[in-house]
């Protein structure tokens, strides 16, 4: 059920901005995107979501194109425990506003 | 607020025993989701309740699972009888509504199951 497409892994220097690539070219235009990360033995975590405008928070941005069909999740400075596997989720109206989480991107940052 | 609870966290039974799984959700939360995870067909979504009642059990993969929320504090999954394939990790999660402004779920650490 998952509507999106993700690299299966990316690595990152410590420091640097992680930048999370996420396709979803068949997204509806009341679904929003949604990011959540896993750390290794742990449940998942949500980090951040939005509809169509960028979206920042404590955690990361979210810049989202404008026809909607891709976005990128931004680390502005990557640290070790933000090594994960990290989800982009669609999810609205046409899903049941639930969550089907695809494979993930799995992100090693390397010191 | 301690966060979705869940328990055993790890569980470890022969083919055949039964399994319970239990959860306990956010207080105030409408929403009870119950995940399964494994290498090779990632997160899973099993069912969901909303109210304490069950709204969509179409990812209960067999009759042996079953699962209940007899209150607004505590769900629980079954698996009667248990085979080896049922091995995974488990994950409760709970939200206080659904869509963008309050369907963030927040997820318990999750039960370890083997079965032998």
């Known amino acids: 059920d998952a509507k999106t497409t993700q690299p299966p892994s990316m690595d990152c220097a410590e420091g640097r901005a992680a930048n999370l690539p996420c396709n979803h070219s068949?997204?509806?235009?009341?679904?929003?995107v949604y990011w959540y990360r896993q750390i290794h033995s742990q449940g998942p975590q949500y980090i951040i979501h939005?509809?169509?405008n960028n979206e920042t928070n404590e955690m990361a941005s979210l810049i989202i194109t404008e026809d909607r069909k891709s976005s990128t999740l931004i680390l502005p400075h990557a640290t070790l425990r933000d090594t994960a596997v990290y989800y982009c989720?669609?999810?609205?109206?046409?899903?049941?506003?639930?969550?089907?989480f695809g494979t993930g991107t799995s992100l090693t940052v390397i010191p | 607020d301690a966060g979705v609870i869940q328990s055993p966290r790890h569980e470890v039974t022969e083919m055949g025993q039964e399994v319970t799984l239990r959860c306990k959700p956010i207080?105030?939360?409408?929403?009870l989701f119950w995940y399964r995870q494994t290498m090779m067909r990632g997160l899973e979504l099993l069912i969901y309740?909303?109210?304490?009642?069950?709204?969509?059990d179409s990812g209960m993969p067999e009759d042996r699972f079953s699962a209940k929320m007899p209150n607004a504090s505590f769900s629980n999954l079954k698996i009667q009888p248990s085979e080896p394939r049922d091995s995974a990790v488990y994950f409760c999660?709970?939200?206080?509504?659904?869509?963008?402004?309050?369907?963030?779920?927040?997820f318990g650490e999750g039960s370890r199951l083997t079965v032998l």
């Open positions: 999660a709970s939200s206080p509504g659904q869509g963008p402004n309050t369907g963030e779920l927040f």
């Open positions: 068949t997204i509806s235009g009341n679904e929003y």
């Open positions: 939005g509809l169509k």
């Open positions: 989720i669609v999810s609205g109206p046409n899903t049941g506003n639930q969550f089907y």
């Open positions: 207080s105030g939360h409408d929403y």
């Open positions: 309740f909303n109210n304490n009642v069950p709204i969509d």
